[in-house]
């Protein structure tokens, strides 16, 4: 794939992102604007998404609809609000994407929502890691939260070094998955795991999130379990918000450069990475 493909996709990601909430969007609008056609733009864009443009509006639609019911919405209403006359046409097309009807969604079942990566990305980060040059000066917050006992919903993976290689070991549907669950804490992460929390067999890298105490949930997908972190000091590290979206590898290098050189004597504690996992929450 050369780069005129990838900034194809992506601007027929941008294009989707924008009208998806115009229930009278759809694929051929795609092909109309794009200039190629459907069999060539679908060729490229299932190779680096995984879906046709049909199947990835579809996916984006259902994914929005049911963050709609996990807050309260009626079903009908997400149902229609997603572009389907029917309920059961709607609970069809849940099912088979997320493997549970819309009903035990709405009562807390976890579902692996889709997230619309932007193919691009990946390549930025990959290509620029190691060498992105700040234009300016970024700002990075340091914050403490004082964490009480609490558990984690994990994937462990087995050979895992950082997010690409998590991803392409165990795919990308954890964000989704783990960010459908209403008890969460905070947004899902790819984590580092302390030591004493690796089982023989797996890396250190796993994607994980945080829950209350008190949770238990015995229907989790399959690879998923959850395990138990003690009451700590976490401190976080956030970069100011970026406008434009291809800067994303600057802001993360720019935390990592504030993660390396801060000093922790400054607000009397000691860096401690057996305590619990170090969370990298992405840009």
């Not at 299932?46 to 049911?66: H, N, P, W």
């Not at 238990?216 to 997908?221: K, W």
């Not at 000091?233 to 590898?249: A, G, L, R, T």
Request: glycine fraction near 6%; proline fraction near 4%.
């Amino acid at each position: 794939m050369n780069d005129s493909n990838f900034e194809t996709v992506t601007a027929v990601q941008r294009l989707i992102l924008k009208n998806i909430d115009d229930e009278n969007f759809c694929a051929e609008d795609v092909y109309r604007c794009v200039g190629y056609s459907p069999r060539h733009i679908n060729r490229i864009f299932k190779f680096l998404t995984g879906k046709t443009v049909s199947e990835y509006i579809k996916a984006l639609r259902l994914s929005k609809s049911s963050v709609e019911i996990e807050h309260g919405k009626r079903i009908l209403d997400a149902a229609l609000d997603a572009g389907f006359e029917t309920n059961e046409g709607y609970s069809k097309a849940f099912e088979k994407l997320f493997g549970v009807l819309p009903s035990e969604h709405k009562n807390g079942v976890m579902i692996p929502r889709f997230i619309p990566y932007p193919v691009y990305h990946s390549v930025k980060q990959i290509r620029e890691q190691g060498g992105a040059k700040l234009k300016e000066s970024i700002l990075v917050t340091v914050f403490t939260v004082d964490k009480p006992k609490r558990k984690m919903i994990i994937l462990r993976s087995r050979n895992a070094t950082d997010y690409f290689s998590f991803c392409e070991e165990c795919g990308c549907e954890w964000e989704g998955y783990l960010n459908s669950n209403p008890k969460k804490l905070d947004t899902a992460a790819i984590v580092t795991l302390p030591d004493s929390f690796v089982k023989v067999g797996t890396s250190k890298i796993a994607a994980g999130i945080e829950v209350p105490f008190d949770y238990t949930d015995s229907a989790l997908a399959d690879g998923y379990e959850i395990i138990e972190l003690p009451e700590c000091i976490m401190v976080y590290f956030k970069s100011q918000p970026f406008e434009n979206e291809d800067d994303f590898c600057l802001y993360i290098d720019a935390v990592n450069n504030a993660l390396e050189t801060f000093d922790f004597s400054g607000i009397s504690l000691e860096k401690d990475l057996t305590k619990g996992p170090f969370m990298n929450f992405g840009a």
